[in-house]
């Protein structure tokens, strides 16, 4: 008898990936193409291939995670939207934080604000830093904008007051009005979306919500009726930034909170597996066709940003973007797929990325029309991927196509094709090595004692590279790693967070006060969790702030206590101080400490799913031999193929070898060895 199915759903830029569970157990996995410009097809094709065998009616549960409000910002395919803000404050978006990200370019681009001048209004009214109205709202004003509105065609509006985080009420008058009178255009306030000090970056991310807000209700309703269509009847959760999951009519309100979406799963997998022998340090490493994505886990949990960029000038400058406060898995962000492009760079040297060939067309191996070399032709070429048992055979790879796009690119660079294809592979790890090792010492962190957990389709092929750059000495590789951002929303709990920002020094904080503020944001978040299906059984609370030093610029996010009834001044000072001396090593002498910004997550309980039967097949676990490049060996050696699907718990295995499975293929050197572990994880260790 067939139990209760739960879905998952990762659309990639290159693939698309799904996992099935009966129960508790993995049963099925499938991975197809992202279609561009519409992924909602390709998710459909997916999910019948998924189901070809199973009860559609006993989907119980449907998660997904998806790229489409990054991609909506990045390529500015939202909609017309209006901004409504405090009178002398329309330029707060053009003006920014007044700060350069490269102080000497005399040509500097900055984002352009997603809603031009023309459809930015001030309204004269006035909250002070404290709370106080300086001067009350005239909503004859805002009633003033709506012809203008409506001649704009405004698809969708933000409205942010001047220190809204202290008091609302403005932003709801105003809101209930345009609601009224607009009753087809939503309408987004900055007191919901962030709450917190800082007028740019809370107007930046309330403007970025109103965006896709339109884009991302319209995805969804067509995502809706296609389940429908296809016979499920389950609830649809979607993967927030955080690695939580929220109901599909919060995502709507807040899809901004969906930035990462995606990405963040991929940190819950590693976190997963990296937690099944007492929550070890992990570096989550994904590698897909497109992107690769990196984080850090430490007892257990990914660690949490308070604010992200998105759509940046340049890619991978901090600095050039929009600023989005909202919480976020810490993820770097890599231009490193199997999709990347390699080309002659700088000096006649050779580049990779950080533009990819995507799906469409895809690496030269996939003869869909690419002609340039990408960074899985020269997989191929090194003897890494099987070129007939790609995606387990469905997807058969033009090993001459790879050979002669990889040739071409060496002639310019006077290398043969193996010597090419070698620059190619190395040049992208050591790119991807380089990014995480500034990633951690950024966040105070050494590497070298982590374990490398490795998911993707690409991260298990290049994650020997990257560990033995990093100094990384041990490294995993779990069950059906190619779909595990898939796999990795499974075991997401229901999960969302709260912040309130009122700034006070510590010993001026009004302790009575501040723990109904907290209590308000705990019963919202145990609503939540009640709309996702979860009960108070298993429910946890941790309440968090940020705090600096008087004078400073920026605040260090410090994780307090599970109940509201402790907080005190010190508690508050006795954790900011070993978390400061932590991070920098001292503190500056008789200088108060104050907080800006309270902050709660309300979490359910974590599935705790099984990857299912891992050996398939009692056969001979040994496939043969191929010639298999290695940086260690300077060149190529012969290496030994082995079937995932026959590897027994308790095998061991030496390097040099590569071990096949249907979505990826597992990559170990000379001086590398396996073991099989009961799980049916791939357990490496580095010798030297």
Request: aromatic share 6%; hydrophobic share 40%; proline share 7%.
């Amino acid at each position: 008898m067939t139990e209760s199915l739960r879905v998952a759903v990762d659309i990639g830029g290159t693939f698309t990936d799904l996992v099935l569970h009966e129960g508790d157990r993995l049963v099925a996995t499938a991975k197809t193409l992202t279609t561009y410009p519409d992924p909602a097809a390709g998710v459909a094709q997916g999910i019948g291939d998924l189901l070809a065998e199973w009860p559609h009616e006993n989907v119980t549960e449907v998660v997904h995670g998806t790229t489409l409000v990054s991609n909506a910002l990045i390529e500015r395919r939202g909609s017309v939207i209006a901004l409504i803000t405090t009178k002398g404050f329309r330029d707060v978006l053009t003006s920014g934080k007044e700060q350069r990200y490269d102080m000497y370019d005399l040509f500097i681009q900055m984002p352009e604000p997603l809603v031009p001048r023309r459809r930015r209004y001030g309204i004269d009214e006035r909250v002070l830093a404290d709370g106080t109205v300086d001067r009350p709202i005239n909503l004859d004003e805002v009633a003033a904008l709506i012809p203008s509105l409506r001649e704009n065609e405004v698809e969708a509006i933000a409205v942010s007051f001047l220190h809204s985080y202290r008091d609302p009420e403005h932003e709801r008058a105003a809101a209930e009005l345009l609601r009224r009178e607009l009753p087809e255009v939503p309408v987004t306030i900055s007191s919901d979306v962030s709450p917190e000090v800082g007028e740019y970056h809370r107007t930046s991310t309330t403007v970025a919500n109103a965006y896709v807000l339109p884009t991302f209700d319209r995805y969804l309703h067509r995502l809706e009726k296609d389940l429908e269509a296809s016979g499920i009847d389950a609830p649809l959760h979607i993967m927030l930034s955080t690695g939580g999951l929220a109901t599909a009519d919060t995502a709507r309100k807040f899809p901004i909170r969906l930035l990462e979406s995606g990405p963040a799963a991929g940190v819950l997998a590693a976190a997963f597996f990296g937690s099944q022998d007492g929550g070890r340090s992990v570096f989550a490493f994904d590698m897909g066709g497109t992107t690769a994505k990196a984080g850090l886990v430490e007892k257990g949990a990914p660690l949490i940003a308070r604010e992200h960029e998105a759509a940046r000038v340049y890619r991978f400058t901090k600095g050039s973007g929009m600023p989005i406060r909202v919480p976020v898995v810490d993820l770097l962000e890599i231009g490193a797929g199997g999709g990347s492009i390699a080309r002659i760079g700088t000096f006649g040297l050779p580049k990779v990325g950080p533009d990819s060939a995507a799906s469409d067309p895809g690496p030269v191996c996939y003869g869909l029309g690419g002609d340039q070399p990408t960074v899985t032709d020269a997989d191929l070429v090194l003897g890494y991927l099987n070129p007939e048992f790609f995606l387990g055979g469905k997807m058969k790879l033009d090993s001459d196509g790879a050979q002669a796009a990889v040739a071409s690119l060496g002639r310019s660079l006077d290398l043969s094709p193996i010597d090419t294809a070698a620059a190619i592979h190395r040049v992208v790890n050591e790119n991807m090595a380089n990014a995480a090792r500034m990633h951690a010492i950024e966040r105070g962190k050494d590497l070298r004692p982590f374990t490398l957990v490795a998911t993707g389709g690409a991260g298990p092929v290049h994650a020997w590279g990257v560990a033995r750059a990093l100094g990384i000495a041990r490294l995993v590789f779990p069950p059906h790693a190619g779909v595990g951002s898939a796999f990795g929303m499974l075991t997401a709990p229901p999960s969302f967070e709260f912040a309130r920002s009122l700034p006070s020094k510590v010993s001026g904080v009004d302790w009575g006060g501040l723990r109904d503020a907290v209590d308000i944001m705990i019963q919202n978040g145990r609503s939540e969790l009640e709309a996702a299906g979860a009960g108070a059984t298993g429910m946890s609370i941790l309440i968090a702030a940020d705090i600096r030093y008087e004078g400073q610029g920026d605040s260090i996010t410090v994780e307090l206590t599970p109940d509201p009834d402790e907080l005190d001044g010190d508690l508050v000072n006795d954790r900011f101080l070993g978390e400061y001396l932590r991070l920098f090593g001292s503190r500056p002498p008789d200088v108060e400490a104050e907080v800006l910004t309270w902050r709660v997550r309300v979490s359910g309980p974590a599935p705790r799913p099984e990857v299912g039967d891992v050996v398939t097949s009692m056969d001979n676990p040994h496939k043969g031999t191929r010639p298999m490049w290695f940086a260690e060996a300077k060149g190529l050696v012969t290496g030994d193929v082995y079937d995932r699907y026959s590897l027994v718990p308790g095998t061991i295995l030496k390097g040099p070898c590569v071990v096949e499975e249907r979505e990826s293929t597992v990559v170990v050197g000379p001086g590398g060895s396996i073991e099989v572990d009961d799980l049916g994880n791939l357990e490496v260790t580095i010798d030297g």
